[in-house]
């Protein structure tokens, strides 16, 4: 394809960019709604406890009042369940087990932050004001906050439906052959891990605002959703029962997602539920203490693996065992993501050929767990690579080499793993060459020496990723359980005058889309890009979309757009072999340009899309007027990211503290359409993956089930002068399934980050005679692990 | 109960009734309409809200509007010379695409003109890191925002502002 300045490969500065930089972004809060009302939510203080009585007398009475709805309202109206729509089956063929999620608890608690009531007012103080004044007698019972011991004997219940608070038990692989392999090992590294949970942040809270038109009964929703049409299908089709037709899901401007903002939540469903009730139209933002408990988090697995190799340091076999937290109820699609998009990447880049997992799913009185950016694919890369390098350094192997000599060869490719996936593309070697180029890893030995004599400990770490994203054939989502179909829409829709609007079921909340989009449309079809407007986010507007999360955007959504545009292009053909007076088999499309081969008879596209619209000299009997074309794509197979990260971290051992010194991440992300874009986000993606490694974790105290690290007091998040710049660079193969050979970049920062620093940190403190560090590796963490190691060493 | 406040928000003077809890951000989002400063967190961390008051970088959600009176308060949408014309600092974002999902943006910017001018145009990779302490960004990773800052340093002085 040809590198036009602002075609597929340029460095396009965003067209977004305008708006959010002068104040204008257009967010649901920002909405302005007349005679709007306010929404506030009283959540549970306690984990789990049976609602004896709510008296709202009082908060009714309260000045500015409207409305107040609990349980008992939604449940007389017959509210549905939030549902989860991914079924996962048992080991036995059983479906996993889906206790009920009502939008407000009807008689008990789970969690801290679970709904129980709703109080709607003229502004949000009195809201807010007034659901204190609700009166809840609360029988507080106790509850189950230990995801290690929640499948134990005597742990407290959290759903009489899930018997041992067992979700589902399931495996994938053959036990008995890997058990086989495991009995002929040369050596097998054995490694115990923890994969704290994190709690997403956006940095723009959630919100709904949803308004009622009586005179045509129609509902509006403004959400802060990554897949307006997937939120509207749940709410129609499951929760509300408000038929599709009758309501438009509008996500405008979003702030940022990391998937939180893919799921359907109980309050864009009472927001909804309310409106007609109220009669007015219904605003609710959450605050950030709310995004903390009712967002749904992230990661959260203990997990035991091992690791079977022979003499020469080849892998025979994986085997893991994991506990993966499903909090108190299922969100959307938190079945899949310790299943489908966990045990199924355990191959990583490596020809093992034998794995086993088994994962248990567990409920537990916290918050619903379910996909947060890499969802699934860190927590398998993390268990991976650090069983890798701990293999390494045990055999006294170069983590570098190791890795070299267990990669899938560019020439095994399409590569078939033994946990389903079939790798389509990739050629790991030349990255991870790189990636010690790039980062000098020759030159390490001699840093480290230089820091030890600064009396500071340097280590490195290596993480080599493989993802599987951009979801993907439907048909073998559905014979994985996924309850929707998985492709994207787009409609290149052209004006008489000339210009564009690309519509598109993808939704940006960051990614720049608007940008990229056109840059594909621009490069595919010659219209200059100011000439194209994206259009994103209105169900009243755009095709039926999937939405975006997994890296799908541009492999899938992209896709679609190239789909809409080859339509273009061929019925551009027709009309311009009319007006050329030549046959359509003749006829080329260039640059804009269609041209009879082998003259210099042409006709501009513009002119073309004229001719459609003003149908006056016009094929009209073969040919419809009109520019307008659409296209659903739906994938052949995952794509698969690929690269090495390299960290290089310097640790003080009087404090702890751990310094991150040096960054690379050298991917693959086959095609790239702007290098500007996949850069940033690569670099914020790096930047969650070190935050989970060094800063992150969400703390419920065990007993209690309090959310301890309930605000951005008590939560690290990551900061600009926690991390460094970061080296980064690209090796391209293609993927040979999509018309644009791109893969997806959107989650690999954060899916290789944390195994990279976190083997740093081990090789920083592997002198010392230390294995390992529980993640996040803080501070107070590495500081006493150190000063355990000492205690050792001096017994 | 209502107390009236007046201010110049942008170079114009305006004035409304508010409660005396009421945020300086929620007099500007709520009252005026003006949603370009945003709101992130619900403990002064996240910087989202940054605007000036007389000249000084704030976190608007830490300061009643009734203490912003008589002040001269200048927010995101007040920044650029002109419809047409961006501010170095925002060209800076822009060119270093120091932003994505945009929602940090405003309180950056805002945050970062203030630094500039409080290091005298002058500033190291180490002290932009430093300074940026109060503004989170989940999506940029900061690699950009540090480059934006560091770009825009001497364009502000160039351009005199
Ligand atoms: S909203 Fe002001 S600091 Fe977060
Ligand atoms: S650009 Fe999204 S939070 Fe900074």
Known sequence: MTAAPTGIGARVKRTED??????????????????????????????????????????????????????????????????????????????????????????????????????????????????????????????????????????????????????????????????????????????????????????????????????????????TSQNPHVLRLILSAFVLGIPEHKLRVVAPDVGGGFGSKIFCYADETLVVWAAPRVGRPI??????????????????????????????????????ETIANMGSYLSTFSTAVPTYLYATLLAGQYTTPLIYANVKAAFTHTAPVDAYRGAGRPEATFVIESIVSKAAAELKIDPAELRRRNFIPSTAFPYQTPVALQYDSGNYPPIIDEATKVSDY??????????????????????????????????????????????????????????????????????????????????????????????????????????????????VGGSAIMKAADKIIAKGKKIAAHLLEASVADIAFENGTFKVAGTDKAVPLGQVVFAAYVPHNYPITEVEPGMDENAFYDPANFVYPAGTQVCEVEIDPETGTTEIVSFTAIDDFGNIINPMIVEGQVHGGIVQGVGQALLENAVYDKSSGQLISGSFMDYTMPRADDVPSFKVGYKVTPCPHNPLGVKGCGEAGAIAAPAAVMNAVRDALGPLGVRDVPMPATPLAVWQTIQGAQRKAAE | MSISVSMTVNGKAVSGKVEARTLLVQF?????????????????QCGACVVHVDGQSVKSCTMLAVQAEGAKVMTIEGLAPSADKLHPMQEAFRDNHALQCGFCTPGMVMSAVDMVKRHNYQLDEATVRRELEGNLCRCTGYHNIVKAILAAAPAMKAAGV
């Open chain 1, 442 to 555: 020759k030159g390490f030995e001699g840093r480290r020496a230089e820091a030890k004599s600064r009396g500071k400990l340097r280590g490195i770490g290596f993480s080599s990723y493989i993802e599987a994203c951009g979801l993907a054939p439907s048909q073998v989502i559905g014979q994985l359980g996924g309850g929707v179909g998985q492709w994207e829409a787009a409609q290149i829709r052209f004006n008489p005058t000339g210009n564009v609007q690309v519509l598109t079921g993808s939704h940006s909340h960051g990614q720049g889309h608007e940008t990229t989009f056109a840059q594909i449309v621009s490069d595919k079809l010659g219209v200059p890009l100011e000439q194209i407007e994206v259009v994103h986010g209105d169900t009243a507007t755009t095709p039926f979309g999937m939405g975006s999360y997994g890296s799908r955007s541009l492999a």
């Open chain 2, 28 to 44: 500007l989002r709520e009252n005026l309409s003006m949603t370009g400063t945003h709101v992130g967190c619900d403990t002064s």
């Open chain 1, 283 to 320: 605003k609710w933002t959450a605050e950030r203490n709310e995004s903390f408990q009712t967002d749904a988090h992230g990661r959260d697995h203990v997990t035991h693996a091992e690791l079977a190799l022979d003499k020469d340091g080849k892998f025979l076999a994986l085997k893991v």
């Open chain 1, 18 to 223: 305008q708006r959010f930089l002068t104040g204008r972004g257009r967010y649901v809060d920002d909405l302005a709604l007349a005679r709007p009302t306010y929404a506030y939510f009283l959540r549970s203080p306690h984990a789990h406890a049976k609602i004896r009585s709510i008296d709202t007398a009082a908060a009714a009475a309260m000045p500015g009042v409207v409305r107040i709805f609990t349980g008992k309202d939604t449940a007389e109206a017959k509210v549905g369940s939030l549902i989860c729509g991914w079924v996962v089956k048992d080991k036995d063929g059983n479906p996993h087990k889906a206790p009920g999620h009502p939008p407000i608890a009807i008689d008990t608690v789970r969690y801290v932050g679970d709904t129980v009531a709703m109080v709607v007012a003229e502004t949000a103080s009195q809201a807010r004001d007034a659901a204190e004044a609700i009166k809840v007698d609360y029988q507080v019972q106790p509850a189950c906050v230990d995801l290690a011991r929640a499948l134990d004997k005597g742990a407290a219940q959290v759903h009489p439906e899930a018997p041992g608070n067992l979700c589902y038990d399931w495996e994938i692989g053959v036990k008995a052959d890997v058990e086989a392999a495991f009995a002929k090992a040369a050596h097998v590294t054995k490694l115990d891990l923890v994969n704290n949970r994190l709690i997403p942040n956006a940095m723009e809270p959630r919100a709904a605002a949803a308004d009622y038109d009586a005179g045509t009964g129609q509902y509006t929703l403004w959400s």
